[in-house]
């Protein structure tokens, strides 16, 4: 099955993750940058008021025709609103798709990303890969949200994440090794 994978990454998180397993998985990467500078403002507007900042897209959006996967940062318990255009054109009935996220998690899971996802997307995500900064870290003391958000993942890491998000990706979308531990929720797996 075709594969590509659409990113959006702020820190270089998320982008460093969707590389390795763009790679992994012999698939097209297409990476999303926003036009205006994000400052945490935009960010609180954005995710409060439901608004679009405007993207561009850097690889071809127009071969999408198998399974997608989306790798980019959780905001607020939810999808980082530069998502916001790519969803609207890739809402037609397609491929299967999934959400693969490396995110913070000083303050915990973000059990709304596939409601979310269903929501904008106009069908259940195959599965939602939910990975955590905080795990990453010594347990004590406490990591705290300034910890996580400043955090940078090495490359070897990105590895590591994409190696464990393919894994539990296998399954579901028939691609890459058939490893790794999820639970269902509502007609889909998430992984954490």
């Known amino acids: 099955m075709k594969m590509n994978v659409i990113s959006y990454s702020l820190t270089g998180n998320n982008d460093r ?3 390795s397993l763009a790679e992994l998985l012999g698939a097209e ?3 999303i940058t926003e036009l205006k500078e994000r400052t945490i403002k935009r960010t609180a507007f954005d995710m409060l008021f439901n608004r679009n900042p405007e993207v561009e897209y850097h690889g071809n959006m127009e071969r999408h025709n198998g399974a997608v996967i989306f790798v980019g940062p959780v905001w607020m318990g939810g999808v980082a609103s ?6 609207k054109k890739l809402r037609k009935p397609g491929g299967p798709y999934a959400f693969v996220s490396i995110s913070g998690g000083a303050d915990g899971p973000n059990p709304k990303l596939a409601g979310e996802l269903k929501k904008r997307l106009r069908r259940e995500p195959a599965a939602v890969v939910d990975m955590h900064i905080v795990d990453l ?4 003391p406490k990591p705290t949200r300034d910890d996580t958000g400043n955090y940078q993942i090495t490359e070897e ?3 590591a994440l994409a190696k ?3 894994a539990s990706l296998g399954e579901i979308l028939q691609v890459g090794p058939t ?4 639970q269902s929720e509502g007609g889909h797996h998430v992984f954490r």
């Open 137 to 140: 870290l010594p347990a004590e």
């Open 29 to 31: 990467h297409v990476r």
């Open 17 to 19: 993750l969707a590389h």
């Open 82 to 87: 530069p998502f916001r255009d790519c969803f």
């Open 157 to 159: 890491e990105g590895r």
């Open 179 to 182: 490893a790794g531990e999820g």
């Open 164 to 166: 464990r998000a393919a």
